[in-house]
């Protein structure tokens, strides 16, 4: 009968490690998608590593910076969303089963955009960006927090790739 609970306090323990070191692990970073804009060298579509921090956010793809915007030359947050009818993949799925398929194309996705613009002395700027599903409060919270503004819902936003 010691042995248990031994056991049980050993499994305790790792468990209470694994999931700290996991934690520890995150990077506290956003994928994002560049839609567009001022980022000099970055074409529409790549994928970003967004970093919210205290006092600015940083853009890096890969392993080198691509662009910094300081938190408080930010003067505009913006949000929209894209609707679509998820057609081509209710084509494939159709192929198989025309009942799934059929529903399919009835289902909507939608995509998140988050545009920043930015005015640094003579330094303007502004871009968009493609913020996952999961991501995009996190990343509205965190530029609002950052900058003091609020982000404004724009139609305008609705940018197509």
Not at 47 to 74: H, N, T, W, Y
Not at 102 to 107: E, I, N, R, V, Y
Request: aromatic share 6%; glycine share 12%; with cysteine.
């Amino acid at each position: 009968m010691l042995g248990k609970p031994n056991l049980r306090a050993s499994v305790a323990v790792l468990l209470c490690l694994a999931i700290s070191s996991i934690a520890a692990a995150k990077d506290n970073s956003y994928t994002v998608i560049y839609d567009g804009g001022s980022l000099p060298g970055v074409k529409a579509g790549t994928k970003l590593k967004m970093f919210i921090e205290q006092d600015r956010v940083r853009f890096v793809d890969g392993k080198s910076e691509v662009g910094v915007v300081l938190a408080p030359s930010i003067t505009e947050i913006s949000y929209g969303e894209d609707v679509h009818r998820r057609v081509g993949t209710a084509v494939a799925v159709g192929v198989f089963t025309l009942g799934l398929g059929a529903l399919t194309a009835l289902s909507k996705s939608k995509k998140h955009y988050v545009g920043l613009i930015w005015a640094d002395n003579d330094k303007k700027g502004g871009f968009a960006m493609q913020c996952d599903k999961s991501d995009y409060r996190g990343v509205l919270a965190g530029l609002e927090g950052i900058s003091g503004k609020k982000a404004v819902d724009s139609e305008t936003m609705t940018v197509k790739n």
